[in-house]
Nanobody, 120 residues
Framework: QVQLVESGGGLVQAGGSLRLSCAAS?????MAWFRQAPGKEREFLARIEWTGSSPYYADSVKGRFTISKDNTKNTFYLQMDSLRPEDTAVYYC????????????????WGQGTQVTVSS
């Protein structure tokens, strides 16, 4: 399994932007971003295939968040624009290391989480 290291969280005003980074120790099949707010279920946000096939987004962030990758650095990103207070959560990057998990939309490597707080 790959190991994942996240960075880029912080405090931002409503309407602002943040860029999260996730450095991977190897090359998984799929990479994704999730978030979890206090008292809420873990929420899927975005997924991208290592080959660069069209990314897929949850309706709640489509048009505001963008997932991308840099193969030369084994790193993928989540660019977050037009942030809202309801985006406040702990954000996690994830990876699927075997093709069976990737086909099922499941993940077996996780980052440590990074706090994103959006003020009104």
């Amino acid at each position: 399994q790959v190991q994942l290291v996240e960075s880029g969280g912080g405090l931002v005003q409503a309407g602002g932007s943040l860029r999260l980074s996730c450095a991977a120790s190897g090359r998984p099949f799929n990479m994704a971003w999730f978030r979890q707010a206090p008292g809420k279920e873990r929420e899927f946000l975005a997924r991208i295939e290592w080959t660069g096939s069209s990314p897929y987004y949850a309706d709640s962030v489509k048009g505001r968040f963008t997932i991308s990758k840099d193969n030369t650095k084994n790193t993928f990103y989540l660019q977050m624009d037009s942030l809202r207070p309801e985006d406040t959560a702990v954000y996690y990057c994830a990876a699927a290391n075997v093709v069976q998990l990737a086909a099922m939309g499941e993940y077996d490597s996780w980052g440590q989480g990074t706090q994103v707080t959006v003020s009104s």
